[in-house]
C-alpha cells in the first residue's frame, strides 16, 4: 500500500498496483479477532457507530409491535411494554453471558435476533 505494490519473491520483481481502492470491515477485537496495527490503519477512514440505547430500542420496536397489533383487542395491546421488557432481559442476556470464543466465534448476538423475536 504505501509503495504503490507488491514484490513478487518467485519472480524477483515488482508488481505495480494502480487506481485500486481497499475497502475492509470489522468488529472489534475480542473472541478471536485481533488488534490491527496502527500501521495498517492509517490508510484507511474508520467509520464507527454506537449501539443503541434501552430507551431507543424500546421506542423502535414499541413502534413496530403498536403498528402490528393495533387491530388486536386491548388486552393484547395492553401486553406490548412486559413483551418488549422480557425480550430485552433475554436479549441482555445471551449479549453477556453467551460471548463468541475462538472455537466458536460464530455465536455473535446481534440486534436481528432481538427484531426476530416480534
Same mark, same amino acid.
Given at each position: 500500500m504505501d509503495h504503490n505494490g507488491w514484490y513478487n519473491r518467485k519472480e524477483l520483481i515488482k508488481i505495480d498496483i494502480v487506481d485500486i481502492v481497499f475497502l475492509s470491515a470489522m468488529g472489534p477485537p475480542g473472541g478471536g479477532r485481533s488488534e490491527i496495527s496502527t500501521r495498517l490503519v492509517r490508510h484507511f477512514n474508520m467509520i464507527t457507530y454506537n449501539n443503541f440505547g434501552e430507551t431507543d430500542l424500546r421506542k423502535i420496536f414499541s413502534k413496530i409491535l403498536t403498528s402490528f397489533l393495533g387491530s388486536y383487542e386491548e388486552g393484547v395491546k395492553g401486553s406490548i411494554n412486559s413483551l418488549i421488557t422480557a425480550t430485552l432481559e433475554v436479549y441482555n442476556s445471551v449479549e453477556s453471558n453467551l460471548l463468541? +470464543?475462538? #472455537?466458536?466465534?460464530?455465536? +455473535?448476538? #446481534?440486534?436481528?435476533?432481538?427484531a426476530s423475536v416480534f
Open positions: 463468541p +470464543t475462538p #472455537n466458536k466465534s460464530h455465536y +455473535t448476538f #446481534n440486534l436481528r435476533d432481538m
